[in-house]
């Protein structure tokens, strides 16, 4: 099947700076990917759907000016946390479909401190 | 895209078939019936699809309803590395279309 790679897996950052995470499709063409937060013992939260060449659209209650999304070309996009607070900790998902399927990044753990 | 509703928790003896319900009693004729596992701090792993026939592939099988207003998931011998939780998804298949996830289904397999 297809293949999303995110970097970093996991990543630590004081309190007030920014966190790029990166989400790549490695095999096939992603014109738009999906992004995801997951807190401990809850299910994924879609946050925003990226799409390439255009501006993401966010889902309610979800901060645009805080999670920056970025969709430069067909197999990347980003999302910056910016100034990031210990309640931003959490699990940040990528996914992008083809064929009728979404396949899901390994996830990157972002903890804030 | 319909609502969908799991048990939050299910046990199964290692060897032993699996049988996770879903209801979607909203599914309408256009939503596929989509399932997804996440085992703990990992990304969600594709396991199989279907519209309204019943579906299997290597990994389970798939039983839907007459009505389509729910449906089961089978995972015929389970093993310890199948300890997961178990989303059921209803969507309308289109590339262009992002998945909703519920509360799903915590399977423990026990030894």
């Known amino acids: 099947g297809a293949v999303v790679s995110q970097h970093p897996s996991w990543v630590i950052c004081k309190s007030g700076t920014s966190v790029k995470i990166e989400c790549r499709s490695l095999?096939?063409?992603?014109?738009?990917m999906f992004w995801y937060r997951q807190f401990p013992k809850q299910s994924l939260m879609l946050m925003a759907t990226s799409n390439e060449g255009s501006k993401a659209t966010y889902e309610q209650g979800v901060e645009k000016d805080k999670f920056l999304i970025n969709h430069a070309s067909l197999t990347l996009s980003t999302l910056t946390v910016t100034s990031a607070h210990p309640e931003d900790s959490s699990f940040y998902i990528c996914?992008?479909?083809?064929?009728?399927?979404?396949?899901f990044g390994q996830g990157t753990r972002l903890t804030v401190v | 895209d319909a609502k969908t509703t799991q048990p939050t928790s299910m046990d199964c003896a290692e060897g032993r078939a699996a049988n996770l319900p879903c209801n979607h009693s909203t599914i309408s004729g256009n939503e596929y019936v989509y399932w997804y596992r996440q085992i703990h701090s990992q990304g969600p792993q594709y396991i199989i699809h279907g519209l309204k026939n019943n579906e299997t592939n290597e990994m389970a099988s798939l039983i839907i309803t007459e009505d389509r207003k729910s449906s089961t998931l089978i995972l015929p011998h389970a093993t310890l590395r199948d300890t997961a939780v178990y989303y059921c998804?209803?969507?309308?298949?289109?590339?262009?279309?992002?998945?909703?996830f519920g509360t799903g289904t915590s399977l423990t397999v026990i030894p």
């Open positions: 998804i209803v969507r309308v298949s289109n590339t262009g279309n992002q998945f909703y």
């Open positions: 996914s992008a479909s083809w064929d009728a399927e979404a396949f």
């Open positions: 095999d096939f063409q992603a014109t738009t």
